[in-house]
T-cell receptor, first 112, second 115 residues
């Protein structure tokens, strides 16, 4: 039972354009969501997070949107840069356990 | 800030031997550390959660006698893969969090190859 899903395994975007990565979850007990960036053979790097009491959080080029009714969140990167090319994982958690459930990942390729 | 290190970065061992992986939080006290495993081109799967000074909590399907976790201090957790077999070959990643923060900070990972 995959509680957190990223339905697009890969995404290619032209440099300077917007990248939109999507994530869906099924468990309504999740109250905090995070996005991580990962390179092969390295640990994930934290990008941005959002609490379930908000619907948007912005940090520089990164914006995360949360639609609780649809159990859907998305990460917008604008403008996209070649250095953004990596695998992006969304993660969901709650204040009861603080354990992360990771999505399946989306490989983003930003074309120069 | 929030740096987590892992050692070794890669290890090759023979089948039947045990391997210890260390995870350290370098600039903060980690009340909780987590151990994950990642198979090639797959997501990160949580193996266990460890709180300083108490026994680790293992996820369903993870053998606690095979993957021994010790969280002896607020800055160090170790994962020992006992009697390793080729199917234990994987990328193991630790993370750490402190206080009531949601964010986990991840180590760089350890590539284990069992021959």
């Amino acid at each position: 039972d995959q509680q957190v899903k990223q339905n697009s395994p890969s995404l290619s975007v032209q440099e300077g354009r917007i990248s939109i990565l999507n994530c869906d979850y099924t468990n309504s007990m999740f109250d905090y969501f995070l996005w991580y960036k990962k390179y092969p053979a390295e640990g994930p790097t934290f990008l941005i997070s959002i609490s379930s009491i908000k619907d948007k959080n912005e940090d520089g080029r990164f914006t995360v949107f949360l639609n609780k009714s649809a159990k859907h969140l998305s990460l917008h990167i604008v403008p996209s840069q070649p250095g953004d090319s990596a695998v992006y994982f969304c993660a969901a958690t709650n204040s009861g356990t603080y354990k992360y459930i990771f999505g399946t990942g989306t490989r983003l390729k930003v074309l120069a | 800030g929030a740096v987590v290190s892992q050692h070794p970065s890669r290890v090759i061992c023979k089948s039947g031997t045990s391997v210890k992986i260390e995870c350290r939080s370098l600039d903060f006290q980690a009340t909780t550390m987590f151990w994950y495993r990642q198979f090639p081109k797959k997501s990160l799967m949580l193996m266990a959660t460890s709180n300083e000074g108490s026994k680790a909590t293992y996820e369903q399907g993870v053998e606690k006698d095979k993957f021994l976790i010790n969280h002896a201090s607020l800055t160090l957790s170790t994962l020992t893969v006992t009697s390793a077999h080729p199917e234990d070959s994987s990328f193991y990643i630790c993370s750490a969090r402190s206080g009531r923060a949601y964010e986990q900070y991840f180590g760089p990972g350890t590539r284990l190859t069992v021959t």
